[in-house]
């Protein structure tokens, strides 16, 4: 703490002898950035999550294939694949034995198994890594509401488990929650958060959504189909199936999207079920979900900051923190919101929490102040010529002075566009200036702000400044009609 103390007075010595150039800003930041950290109690500082892992985490390849896959290919066509159909029946009936989904052979499913098996190998040993750091926090989840724990593999049909996914049509996160879905069930959207992005949030939020629609329909292929059609739509392919109740049955009648959802969802059941069989070879998770934690901040902090404090690679915070778009953290007295940090990371931020903002209040002194007025400053109207020059219209003259095109007309009391050249033209402005000095000017004769009273008139506001028509007010003012409102401020040409 000693040297920290140091380190401050220099700083103030170094501001005092020198001017702010931007070289020294940044050294001195660099300073006192390390003079905080060297006072950090020294957890294990290791990264969790290495490059490489952190690539496989935010891929958005995969996403997009399987997006591509569910919307684009035909399920309905023959697919050729070393998979024998009785093998793959007796498969898919123990699948069924062990499952409340209804899982039963048909030819359409039989050709997206074949597909994947054949195209995204890759794939999905990578997505079964993944799915090593989410599945844990999925089932546990599911597992609270009752919902099949079958149901986690839906969020690789949905996302691909890539926290930030967003579809075409701008559904987002692990379980691509639309907007209205997702403030349905009270997931945040502002200018600095999303929570469809965030991943503890979001399947909280999903498995009330799924447990909603089991309420409705009683089974789950159904529940799969109005989760991703919605329920109105489901609804709508029963009635014209004849009220069937069997999703193989309904789905001729529903979204093409949809037809090949649930198919593409029992697929991936299948593979991850079987993937030894197939000589899948996952690679393995560093960690999983459960090995990071969150703590609740108490100022705005930004992940750069986070990043520079406690040597976590910006991309790993990100990742992990994917529900703030702007890449800052908030604060907000009535409303929490939390940093997630692998544990470790973790432990360093709480045991030097003081000193990390400390570190954010010395970058505030860096900001750029604004300079508000004061309450008693007085908005004074001052008048200019502009001598009119060969070749200048009135928009070149009003956009140089900013003001408008009506503006210059009334002012001039100019009925047209025509304006010639060596006449002079008046041009009204504001200027915001202290009480003091407006009463000085004001005793030289200089333009002043009248604010307009209830029961004012123009006629009677001309007649408190002697020798001032109300002609003369509308024309300072750029009024057309005697139309005013109190709170009005009008300039007076004194």
């Known amino acids: 703490m000693r040297f920290t103390v140091v380190v401050l007075l220099l700083t103030c010595s170094f501001f005092a002898q020198e001017p702010r150039k931007e070289m020294d800003v940044a050294v001195l930041k660099t300073v006192y950035l390390d003079s905080i950290k060297a006072t950090f109690t020294?957890?294990?500082?290791?990264?969790?999550?290495?490059?490489?892992?952190?690539?496989?985490?935010?891929?958005?390849?995969?996403?997009?294939?399987?997006?591509?896959?569910?919307?684009?290919?035909?399920m309905?066509?023959?697919?050729?694949?070393?998979?024998?159909?009785?093998?793959?029946?007796?498969?898919?009936?123990?699948?069924?034995?062990?499952?409340?989904f209804n899982i039963e052979y048909n030819p359409a499913l039989e050709n997206v198994i074949k597909t994947f098996l054949k195209k995204r190998q890759g794939a999905y040993e990578r997505l079964m890594a993944i799915s090593e750091y989410y599945f844990p926090m999925f089932e546990e989840h599911l597992a609270k509401y009752d919902v099949p724990l079958e149901i986690k593999y839906l969020a690789i049909v949905e996302s691909a488990l890539n926290p930030?996914?967003?579809?075409?049509?701008?559904?987002?996160?692990?379980?691509?929650?639309?907007?209205?879905?997702?403030?349905?069930?009270?997931?945040?959207?502002?200018?600095?958060?999303?929570?469809?992005?965030?991943?503890?949030?979001?399947?909280?939020?999903?498995?009330?959504?799924?447990s909603s629609l089991y309420r409705i329909?009683?089974?789950?292929?159904?529940?799969?189909?109005?989760?991703n059609a919605g329920p109105g739509n489901v609804s709508k392919a029963i009635r014209r199936s004849g009220g069937s109740q069997n999703y193989w049955n309904i789905r001729k009648n529903l979204p093409r999207e949809t037809a090949n959802y649930v198919p593409a969802f029992l697929a991936t059941m299948y593979i991850y079920e079987y993937h030894k069989e197939h000589k899948f070879v996952p690679k393995k998770a560093p960690l999983t979900y459960f090995e990071t934690d969150t703590v609740?901040?108490?100022?705005?902090?930004?992940?750069?900051?986070?990043?520079?404090?406690?040597?976590?690679?910006?991309?790993?915070?990100?990742?992990?923190?994917?529900?703030?778009?702007l890449d800052i953290i908030p604060y907000q007295e009535d409303k929490a919101h939390y940093l997630r940090l692998p544990k470790n990371k973790l432990g360093l931020f709480v045991s030097n929490e003081d000193k990390v903002y400390a570190y954010i209040d010395f970058l505030e002194t860096f900001k750029e102040k604004t300079i508000l007025p004061d309450a008693n400053d007085v908005l004074v109207s001052r008048t200019k010529y502009h001598k009119i020059r060969r070749g200048e219209s009135l928009g070149l003259i009003a956009d140089k002075y900013n003001v408008t095109?009506?503006?210059?007309?009334?002012?001039?009391?100019?009925?047209?566009?025509?304006?010639?050249?060596?006449?002079?033209?008046?041009?009204?402005?504001?200027?915001?200036?202290?009480?003091?000095?407006?009463?000085?000017?004001?005793?030289?004769?200089s333009n002043q702000v009248y604010k307009v009273k209830k029961g004012d008139s123009l006629?009677?506001?001309?007649?408190?400044?002697?020798?001032?028509?109300?002609?003369?007010?509308?024309?300072?003012?750029?009024?057309?009609?005697?139309?005013?409102?109190p709170g009005m401020k009008l300039n007076i040409n004194g």
């Open 217 to 227: 329909f009683g089974d789950w292929s159904m529940v799969l189909a109005s989760y």
């Open 296 to 325: 609740m901040v108490k100022r705005r902090i930004s992940f750069e900051q986070v990043s520079e404090l406690l040597d976590v690679p910006f991309e790993q915070i990100v990742f992990l923190n994917p529900i703030y778009k």
């Open 164 to 210: 930030r996914a967003k579809s075409r049509v701008g559904a987002s996160g692990l379980w691509q929650f639309m907007y209205p879905t997702g403030k349905q069930f009270d997931l945040e959207v502002n200018s600095f958060v999303d929570e469809r992005y965030d991943p503890l949030k979001a399947t909280e939020a999903a498995c009330q959504y799924l």
């Open 459 to 485: 006629y009677s506001i001309a007649k408190k400044f002697p020798g001032i028509s109300a002609d003369d007010i509308k024309k300072w003012n750029g009024i057309s009609s005697n139309n005013i409102k």
């Open 42 to 74: 020294n957890h294990n500082t290791s990264n969790c999550i290495d490059e490489r892992w952190l690539a496989e985490l935010s891929n958005e390849e995969i996403f997009e294939n399987m997006y591509s896959d569910i919307t684009e290919i035909d």
């Open 76 to 100: 309905d066509s023959l697919v050729t694949f070393d998979l024998s159909t009785e093998l793959l029946k007796k498969r898919l009936k123990k699948l069924d034995s062990k499952s409340p």
């Open 405 to 445: 095109i009506s503006q210059l007309k009334n002012w001039n009391n100019l009925r047209g566009n025509s304006i010639q050249a060596g006449k002079s033209l008046k041009i009204f402005s504001s200027e915001r200036v202290t009480s003091k000095s407006y009463t000085s000017s004001s005793n030289n004769g």
